[in-house]
């Protein structure tokens, strides 16, 4: 503690945002863990692994969109975090989504049924509010200057092209990730991780400017709540439909390396 506050308020707040980000990747860790071993029932175990996985998600996205803001003139920084957070995920959310285009796309291919990813998508869905509510609160506790309560319910539009050119950004991005998920499946796990975290973060560089590249109906939902009750129609277009239509382009690979092979 003492060595943090030696530092200068800029650094202090950064690593106070990137302790609570990994904070919230433990505490999440203790409860799947608790989950696993205490959920029998299939529906109960898919919904609060779902959930929690999307909160997850959601809380250190808005940290490290926070961070992107405190560091503009060095997009390299926020890059790497974005790399590094890619790779945090993808170890410890294993057997889920954290996004409602992956359980449509494997609804699609038959790897859920219609009932399970109804829940998967309730989970998902109601996770990204409570996690937009939680960061509000945890915010407004003001642990850093830029922690303040009213910055997670003011709508900031990041939207910075005209309507067709932010649906074709969202699409074409949620497309070359969920390609890239199913056709990566039979890469060594260690380096597919690598090789997914590679290409969110390109995605990011790629049309962050433009639409935020967030290409996940969830994430877009606790992000920019206050900008979907001012603006619904775009923003429903934009970061919901746009990506659900980048998942609809048929896709053809091999029973023995559909992703439902590595669902719980």
Same mark, same amino acid.
């Given at each position: 503690?003492?060595?943090?506050?030696?530092?200068?308020?800029?650094?202090?707040?950064?690593?106070?945002?990137?302790?609570?980000?990994?904070?919230?990747?433990?505490?999440?860790?203790?409860?799947?863990?608790?989950?696993?071993?205490?959920?029998?029932?299939?529906?109960?175990?898919?919904?609060?692994?779902?959930?929690?996985?999307?909160?997850?998600?959601?809380?250190?996205?808005?940290?490290?969109?926070?961070?992107?803001?405190?560091?503009?003139?060095?997009?390299?920084w926020t890059l790497t975090?974005?790399?590094?957070?890619?790779?945090?995920?993808?170890?410890?959310?294993?057997?889920?989504?954290? *996004?409602?285009?992956?359980?449509?796309?494997?609804?699609?291919?038959?790897?859920?049924?219609?009932?399970?990813?109804?829940?998967?998508?309730?989970?998902?869905?109601?996770?990204?509010?409570?996690?937009?509510?939680?960061?509000?609160?945890?915010?407004?506790?003001?642990?850093?200057?830029?922690?303040?309560?009213?910055?997670?319910?003011?709508?900031? *539009?990041?939207?910075?092209?005209?309507?067709?050119?932010?649906?074709?950004?969202?699409?074409?991005?949620?497309?070359?990730?969920?390609?890239?998920?199913?056709?990566?499946?039979?890469?060594?796990?260690?380096?597919?991780?690598h090789l997914l975290a590679?290409?969110?973060?390109?995605?990011?560089?790629?049309?962050?400017?433009?639409?935020?590249?967030?290409? *996940?109906?969830?994430?877009?939902?606790?992000?920019?709540?206050?900008?979907?009750?001012?603006?619904?129609?775009?923003?429903?277009?934009?970061?919901?439909?746009?990506?659900?239509?980048?998942?609809?382009?048929?896709?053809?690979?091999?029973?023995?390396?559909?992703?439902?092979?590595?669902?719980?």
């Open positions: 503690m003492s060595a943090l506050l030696g530092l200068r308020p800029e650094l202090q707040d950064t690593c106070t945002s990137l302790g609570l980000m990994l904070s919230v990747v433990l505490l999440v860790g203790l409860a799947r863990v608790v989950a696993q071993q205490q959920l029998h029932r299939p529906v109960a175990h898919a919904f609060v692994l779902e959930f929690l996985a999307t909160f997850q998600l959601c809380c250190c996205t808005h940290e490290l969109q926070l961070l992107s803001e405190q560091h503009p003139a060095h997009p390299t975090l974005v790399y590094f957070f890619s790779l945090v995920h993808g170890l410890t959310l294993v057997g889920t989504f954290s *996004n409602p285009c992956g359980v449509m796309m494997q609804m699609m291919l038959g790897g859920l049924s219609p009932e399970t990813g109804a829940v998967r998508l309730l989970a998902q869905l109601v996770s990204a509010l409570c996690s937009r509510y939680c960061t509000g609160a945890l915010w407004s506790l003001g642990l850093t200057q830029y922690h303040v309560s009213e910055r997670s319910f003011a709508c900031k *539009n990041p939207i910075q092209v005209d309507l067709s050119k932010a649906v074709i950004t969202e699409a074409v991005c949620s497309f070359l990730f969920h390609s890239a998920l199913l056709h990566f499946q039979e890469v060594r796990a260690k380096l597919r991780i590679a290409l969110i973060t390109l995605l990011v560089y790629a049309g962050g400017s433009l639409t935020g590249a967030v290409f *996940n109906p969830a994430l877009a939902l606790s992000l920019h709540f206050m900008c979907f009750d001012e603006a619904f129609p775009q923003f429903f277009i934009v970061y919901w439909l746009a990506p659900s239509l980048g998942v609809c382009i048929p896709e053809e690979i091999p029973e023995s390396t559909a992703l439902r092979d590595k669902l719980p």
